[in-house]
């Protein structure tokens, strides 16, 4: 059961990103158009490639955290819109390195940088895309929004370290998954809300709180992530999917298959992955036949109800209702997956 009606009663009619950004298709415009400014700050000979990227974006969630937890109903100021566009080149740096270390051929129905340029100017580009963001934090007349940045920008990283590190590991703990996650994911989620919250309100309590709900809808999003890659589409979501097994990744599904395993079966399967016995759609099979993807899909809800009770005590707060909106938004997604039967 969710937290309060007021907050979690989403409209039925929320199914997709352009029903639930309507209020905030100005701050979006004008993000665009910040973004789109930003291309002639690189060097000519890398403008194509940063040009293709932001004309790839996708869903832009992380930047609507931003203006939904700093909603105040009106256009938004300066300051918030380079905050958002702050967000999304972190974001947009991050998914050219992940696509790198999935070896992905497709993102946003599109060919992805590395497999169109090789590895060696992807990891660049990124890179690129990380020190303009931090050169646009560092222009704030306080230096907490460079340091919130810098210090995700950081946390991501490690996060996809640590993963890296873990690649292949059948020993790999829930703890450690969640402190994977929590880093490399949520913790983008966490600062764009934040920030949102800092920019636009005079209270701390109130930013925390966001933080707090960034945090766990971040969780329950990678979560959503993890499940898709399991069981959705290609043609569904745009990007390559398969690629956690195929890679070593690990992630939610297989941990909770493992972790049902008896000792004798476990050790089995522990050696059939480390000598390439099983095919990933083998793995795959396994983990459908025993509703897998059900029990991934309770801890989504579970986390997405703790992202609400964060923001409870602030209903009387507009902005709130605009993120009880978004958590709705990425519920559904969940709910409009088929899910196959056992």
């Not at 090789?118 to 660049?124: D, E, F, K, N």
């Not at 306080?142 to 873990?166: K, L, P």
């Not at 016995?277 to 809800?301: G, N, S, T, Y």
Request: aromatic share 8%.
């Amino acid at each position: 059961m969710l937290p309060d009606p007021t907050i979690s009663d989403i409209p039925a009619s929320i199914r997709d990103s352009t029903v639930l950004f309507a209020p905030i298709r100005e701050h979006l415009r004008l993000l665009d158009e910040f973004l789109d400014a930003q291309v002639v700050e690189f060097e000519p000979a890398v403008r194509s490639l940063v040009s293709y990227t932001l004309a790839h974006r996708g869903k832009r969630l992380r930047p609507a955290l931003v203006f939904y937890a700093g909603w105040t109903g009106t256009p938004p100021a300066q300051p918030l819109v380079r905050a958002a566009a702050i967000i999304e080149l972190v974001h947009l740096a991050t998914l050219i390195h992940d696509d790198i270390l999935d070896e992905a051929d497709l993102r946003h129905n599109s060919r992805t940088i590395v497999a169109q340029h090789g590895q060696h100017p992807a990891v660049l580009l990124g890179d690129a895309f990380f020190a303009q963001a931090l050169i646009l934090a560092s222009e704030f007349p306080t230096t907490e929004v460079c340091r919130h940045v810098s210090t995700a920008t950081r946390q991501v990283c490690s996060g996809e370290i640590c993963q890296t590190f873990d690649r292949g590991n059948v020993h790999l703990t829930l703890e450690q998954y969640y402190r994977i996650i929590r880093l490399k994911t949520a913790e983008l989620f966490e600062v764009s809300c934040r920030l949102g919250a800092t920019l636009a309100f005079d209270d701390v309590a109130y930013a925390d709180a966001c933080a707090i709900y960034g945090r766990h809808l971040g969780i329950a999003y990678q979560i959503f992530d993890d499940i898709t890659d399991l069981i959705g589409s290609e043609a569904g979501f745009g990007k390559t999917l398969g690629t956690d097994f195929s890679s070593g990744k690990f992630t939610l599904p297989a941990l909770l298959y493992f972790g049902q395993l008896g000792v004798e079966d476990f050790a089995q399967l522990t050696e059939a992955l480390e000598h390439h016995l099983i095919a990933p759609d083998e793995l795959v099979q396994r983990m459908l036949a025993v509703d897998i993807p059900q029990r991934c899909a309770e801890i989504f809800h579970a986390e997405l109800d703790k992202a609400l009770a964060a923001i409870v005590s602030f209903k009387n707060v507009p902005a709130t209702k605009r993120l009880g909106e978004l958590a709705g938004f990425i519920r559904a997604q969940l709910d409009a997956l088929h899910f196959p039967a056992s």
